[in-house]
Nanobody, 119 residues
Framework: QVQLVESGGGLVQPGGSLRLSCAAS????????MGWYRQAPGNQRELVAS???????TYADSVKGRFTISRDNVKNTIDLQMGSLNFEDTAVYYC?????????????WGPGTQVTVSS
């Protein structure tokens, strides 16, 4: 009952920047966290960055200092500002939302948006 839509992906040269956005809709009450994951061909899906409702953030070591996650708890959106992009950042980026209740937590995923870093 939660829908996530990502936008902002595309082709960028090494050293460039992109800003990804994710908008959540539907039954959005009880959101515990929102974040970004990515999956490159042949790789497992990995955490890029996440933000708890209280403001705590987590970043993968590979993106610390280059990426910034920002969450708007009113609009139920989350952005990922990506800078100093390199070839290893090429992947499909997925927005993830975790919704919790007294019955437990559930994960919701967006369809993904492609980010390609190429010269």
């Amino acid at each position: 009952q939660v829908q996530l839509v990502e936008s902002g992906g595309g082709l960028v040269q090494p050293g460039g920047s992109l800003r990804l956005s994710c908008a959540a809709s539907g039954s959005i009450f009880g959101i515990a966290s929102m974040g970004w994951y990515r999956q490159a061909p042949g790789n497992q899906r990995e955490l890029v960055a996440s933000a708890l409702t209280g403001g705590r953030t987590t970043y993968a070591d590979s993106v610390k200092g280059r990426f910034t996650i920002s969450r708007d708890n009113v609009k139920n959106t989350i952005d990922l500002q990506m800078g100093s992009l390199n070839f290893e950042d090429t992947a499909v980026y997925y927005c993830k939302l975790v919704k919790c209740s007294e019955y437990g937590c559930h994960d919701f995923w967006g369809p993904g948006t492609q980010v390609t870093v190429s010269s």
